[in-house]
Antibody, heavy 117, light 106 residues
Framework: QVQLKESGPGLVQPSQTLSLTCTVSGFSLTSYNVHWVRQPPGKGLEWMGRMRYNGDTSYNSALKSRLSISRDTSKNQVFLKMNSLQTDDTGTYYCTRDQRLGPFDYWGQGVMVTVSS | DTVLTQSPALAVSPGERVSISCRAS??????MHWYQQKPGQQPKLLIYKASNLASGVPARFSGSGSGTDFTLTIDPVEADDTATYFCQQSWNDPPTFGGGTKLELK
């Protein structure tokens, strides 16, 4: 069955770099796009960026200077790296998937990241 | 970016019908999708492409609209429907979400 699972540190110090991994199963990274979406506590959902099925990437313009998404298809993993973290980067980070113009039909359980010294 | 506007909160009694609206700042064709999120859980797809029920979603949920105005309807509302509902468009890039509508039961 389709699964996505996020992993990474729960606590990051201000100005440091966040590294998260999304491990997928039940589908191929060469057939689906994988996106990162985050949610500050008690707030709405923010699209961060995507790894397309063909290896292309796109980023939220507000995060583009700090964000990098990559993948390892042999390990069925998509990676997020974001630098210069601040307290307002605190929140739950999700990976999810879609196909062209489609909805986000499966989501990971999310990983809570706290930015604090 | 396409801005999606939702009313922040609604309160209804069980058994009633409720409509949750989402207005887009520009046309999104029919590429509007709806999600339900309960506290501590990931979003769950309810409706895709404006009016198509996702797999396993009760028929009490329905969607309508095209262009810039969309509606998610729950009829009848049950106690388990207490949640926040988000709309999301995929027609214009980047994909964007509405701010969410928190549904409370009286």
């Amino acid at each position: 069955q389709v699964q996505l699972k996020e992993s990474g540190p729960g606590l990051v110090q201000p100005s440091q770099t966040l590294s998260l991994t999304c491990t997928v199963s039940g589908f191929s990274l060469t057939s689906y796009n994988v996106h990162w979406v985050r949610q500050p506590p008690g707030k709405g959902l923010e699209w961060m960026g995507r790894m397309r099925y063909n290896g292309d990437t796109s980023y939220n313009s507000a995060l583009k200077s700090r964000l990098s998404i990559s993948r390892d298809t042999s390990k069925n993993q998509v990676f997020l790296k974001m630098n210069s973290l601040q307290t307002d980067d605190t929140g739950t980070y999700y990976c999810t998937r879609d196909q062209r113009l489609g909805p986000f039909d499966y989501w990971g359980q999310g990983v809570m990241v706290t930015v604090s010294s | 970016d396409t801005v999606l506007t939702q009313s922040p909160a609604l309160a209804v009694s069980p058994g009633e019908r409720v409509s949750i609206s989402c207005r887009a700042s520009e046309g999104v064709n029919s590429y509007m999708h709806w999600y339900q999120q309960k506290p501590g859980q990931q979003p769950k797809l309810l409706i895709y492409k404006a009016s198509n029920l996702a797999s396993g979603v009760p028929a009490r949920f329905s969607g309508s609209g095209s262009g810039t105005d969309f509606t998610l309807t729950i009829d009848p509302v049950e106690a388990d429907d207490t949640a926040t509902y988000f709309c999301q468009q995929s027609w214009n890039d980047p994909p964007t979400f509405g701010g969410g509508t928190k549904l409370e039961l009286k």
